[in-house]
């Protein structure tokens, strides 16, 4: 059993490996491509098969009128727009969320679990039901088609995710160190930032990870609610057009569009598979 | 200035709720709450700490509503059953904590860490993650935290239950001399435990609780030699004393075709039927005893515990040394009339072989 098991395991994982990483590297290689290189048959290896260049990396910054695709302005758009909805998510969502944990609320039928669900049907719902309901919302208070405007939009579908997360973390925080704090003389909010908090980090780690993922990836809000003034880079890589701007490009600008989530990956990867609570109850 | 209760009731669920629980904890002592599990200990002591409030009822404390004033400017410390530290803190910190939110100057800050560090045996592990400590050390180190407040209420939440045998024996004794040592004359120290031992080992005063109500309250000599009633007799023993139905017929005390001849104190109850109460360490295996089945036999530490059954009468015995039994073997015994106990029907002491008598 052990050693089938364990031959069995690697081979799948080699096979998924292969299947998840050729498109990126085909990307990569492809991204150093010429013309040559590319339409003259196939080729593989670097400096064997063809001579790599970064004329497919130099059209990322080049203004549209000097014949490039000018990512810059998008990309920062992006990275701002999704850094700071998280981040507001992350707090509001972990404050709701350690109240979801700890206090009793009830409003008739309504309890907490109740209220949890709530924040969580906003992501079961599809989003082209709240596409219309957002637009106006945006038109109405005059945000449409700018950076506040989307902040404001993907807070509303990342803060579920923070809840969610947050609220199951805290769940598994023992209550009783929570009551320890109380009577070592904090009162409730000394008790929540000087020990529920620092004993959070992988929590809110993982949360954060999660929003940072989910709002870079968004394409449709981004779509909807912008028209000429703000882009976001998913909308503007998706406006590229092969027929125009060149494959090494459209390779290039894939993977820094990627590159982020790369990054989130290899963190989040250390958080889920370790918690720091372990020492709090035996 | 002591800490008193009256009529607290609290109800969590069906299970689980104080009625009227009434107290007066007097400083400078040790209080032992001795009851089973949802008895309501816990209940009881996180009402003292302030973390639940009650439905009804007075807490005072010298001569102030205590239910006015917020858990955390009680100072009270309380350590809990499970090993409860801050995991983001090393021992040293954990224990500074609470000296920290008082503002105390960093000099006696150390002072004082050092101090309660040696009281729990753990000098030198001042640096050490929480986590690297083991279940017995992680429980020092709340008991250290909890004694370094110099609080005026302690409470100790069934500290040992949840250590291994061997360090449970070893922290009870160090903890008495903790009690009895590192405590100034002002602190009221509260101990809950389901484990009577641990009560009568403490020796401070015993509140006996069940189903959220006191039952007695008395030195843990007294609630050892008499017993209120059945209740009390089965909480405060382990294994639970022996009960059987009894009567008395001409100076013999009769149950399942046993005869015994009436002890001296049993001799004024005038009730022919009662309950005959006897410990499982005042059954002996005696040849020219009664026989009996063994049901059940098991090997606690160095002692044989055995489950007989004769008719409808079922005992548990204590025997000092380990054997060997198989169910269904039969065993003669006898029993130290001499220390037996009696019920009336209701379940109330009628008389004890310590003088505690209601006839």
Known sequence: MGKLYTFLKYFFITIWTVFVVAPFLWALTTSFKDFNSVNGGVTYIPWVDFEPNLEGWRVLIKSPAEGGVDIVEPYFNSLFVTCTASLISIILGTLSAYALSRYTFKAGPIKNNDITFFFISQRIMPPIVLSIPFFLFLGAVNLLDSLIGLIVVYIVLLMPIAVWIMVDFFNKVPREIDETALIDGCNPYQAFFKVVLPNSIPGLIVAGMFCIIFGWIDFFFAFILTFTEVQLLPVKIVALNSSITPWWSLSASALVSVAPLIVVAFIVERYLSKGNLSGAIK | ???????????????????????????????????????GKTTLL?????????????????????????????????????????????????IAFPLKQRGLDPQKINEEVFNSLKLVGLEGYEKRKIQELSGGQQQRVSVARSLVKNAKIL??????????????????????????????????????????????????????????????????KEIFENPKNLKVAAISNDPPMNILKAEIDSNKIKFENIEIDIPDHLSKIKDKNFNFGIRASDVELNDNGFEFEVELAEISGSETLLHLTRGNAKIITSIEEVMDFKIRDKVKINFKSNKAYAFDETGNLASSPFGGSSV
Do not use: C
């Not at chain 2, 009529?7 to 009625?19: A, I, V």
């Not at chain 2, 009822?57 to 309380?78: D, Q, S």
């Not at chain 2, 350590?79 to 409860?84: D, E, K, P, R, S």
């Not at chain 2, 008495?176 to 120290?189: A, Y």
């Open chain 2, 1 to 39: 200035m002591n800490l008193v209760g009256e009529n607290l009731s609290y109800k969590l669920t069906e299970e689980l709720q104080l009625r009227k629980i009434s107290f007066n904890f007097e400083k400078g002592k040790l209080y032992t709450i001795l009851g089973r599990t949802l008895s």
């Open chain 2, 46 to 94: 996180k009402t003292i700490a302030g973390l639940l409030m009650p439905d009804s009822g007075t807490i005072k404390f010298e001569g102030k509503n205590f239910l006015e004033i917020p858990v955390w400017e009680r100072n009270i410390a309380m350590v809990y059953q499970q090993f409860i530290n801050y995991p983001h803190l090393n021992v040293f910190e954990n």
């Open chain 2, 155 to 220: 409470l100790l939440d069934e500290p040992l239950v949840n250590l291994d045998y061997k360090l449970r024996e070893q922290l009870r004794e160090e903890f008495k001399n903790i009690f009895i040592n590192g405590l100034s004359e002002e602190s009221i120290v509260i101990f809950s435990t389901t484990d009577p031992r641990e009560a009568m080992e403490l020796n401070g005063e015993v509140i006996v609780l069940d189903e959220g109500k006191v039952l007695q309250v008395g030195a843990a």
